[in-house]
């Protein structure tokens, strides 16, 4: 009886609200007009908003796809450890190169710092990681090494999640970070995540939240940090819409996503720092600072701020690194 008189009443408010529109608008028939509206056009500002992302996620579904084929076709049925998947993983990995080095004359300066055992690779995270998944692509692509990455519970979704799988993305909790890393693996890990992603800029701050938690793993798992940052990344995508309201409104729903713009061919220059060894006698507070101020020198050593999309542009004819 509750849930009729609330549908009544919801009812009346409705029919007062379209009549008062109506003498608003001057229009006699809303319907008529509703009717005339093509659900298409309602989609078509958040396919333009996302549209970066929406290519992304259909050119990964298209990639689970061909490695879902692949599966069937050979009777995969064990786990993503399987031998059979190096194949699979050495064409994606040629591929992102190949397009790195064509598109941004993608450079790694530092290679020789990355342990041979296992370590925690901290990073900061640009409006899109681009940067991140051209080092995964290096590694495995020259040195057959695979670089683990933590991404967040919520892009493993239907359609991406087989080729998240094959290229090494794991869900970040404690656990299965010192599984990979007890396994000897590298693993890539962007302390501020998507708060970062979205809300940093060109002055290249560091936004990172309270959390030491890869600290702690790196303490637990008794493995090196490795502190990572990329010259030019924000030049090569930027976000829009950094208002204090949508900051407000992610920082309660932890989801929200920028819209993002560029694709821009700027030089892309990866710089890996000396690795932070591991001591027992530190804090993951501790810790934690140690790689922050270790991103931060890289940054102030090697990016000029802010940063500039056409200087950026220029640096593509730049044939060695220059300390800024």
């Excluded at 029919?15 to 005339?36: Q, R, V």
């Excluded at 890996?272 to 060894?277: A, D, L, Q, V, Y």
């Excluded at 140690?290 to 220029?314: T, V």
Aim: aromatic letters at 14%; glycine letters at 8%; a positive charge.
């Amino acid at each position: 009886m509750a849930a009729s008189i609330s549908d009544t009443s919801w009812l009346q408010n409705s029919t007062l609200f379209i009549h008062m529109l109506k003498n608003w608008t001057g229009f006699e028939d809303l319907g008529e007009y509703a009717s005339s509206i093509n659900p298409f056009w309602i989609l078509l500002l958040p396919m333009l908003l996302y549209h970066s992302y929406c290519f992304i996620f259909l050119l990964n579904c298209f990639t689970s796809f061909v490695l879902y084929i692949y599966k069937k076709k050979h009777n995969i049925s064990g786990s993503i450890y399987d031998p059979l998947w190096e194949k699979p993983r050495q064409w994606i990995g040629h591929f992102v190169e190949t397009f790195g080095k064509i598109w941004h004359g993608y450079e790694v300066i530092g290679m020789e710092n990355l342990p041979k055992g296992p370590g925690i690779i901290v990073f900061y995270h640009g409006a899109f990681v681009l940067d991140y998944i051209l080092l995964v692509a290096r590694l495995y692509a020259q040195k057959g090494r695979s670089l683990y990455s933590v991404a967040h519970r919520d892009m493993f979704l239907p359609g991406v999640k087989l080729v998240l799988d094959v290229v090494g993305c794991i869900v970040g909790t404690k656990v299965n970070c010192v599984e990979i890393l007890k396994k000897g693996h590298l693993l890539g890990i962007a302390p501020g995540g998507l708060r970062e992603g979205n809300f940093s800029d060109e002055y290249y701050s560091l936004v990172w939240g309270s959390g030491t938690g890869f600290a702690q793993v790196a303490l637990d798992a008794k493995v090196p940090i490795i502190p990572m940052f990329t010259q030019n990344l924000r030049e090569a995508y930027r976000t829009v819409g950094k208002t204090r309201l949508l900051k407000w409104l992610y920082e309660r729903t932890k989801l929200l996503v920028l819209p993002l713009y560029g694709g821009f061919p700027v030089k892309l220059r990866t710089y890996i720092g000396e690795p932070i060894p591991y001591d027992p006698n530190l804090t993951a507070k501790e810790l934690a600072e140690k790689a922050k101020i270790a991103i931060e020198d890289l940054r102030n050593k090697y990016q000029k701020r802010p940063g500039n999309i056409l200087r950026a542009l220029s640096e593509r004819f730049y044939k060695h690194h220059k300390n800024n």
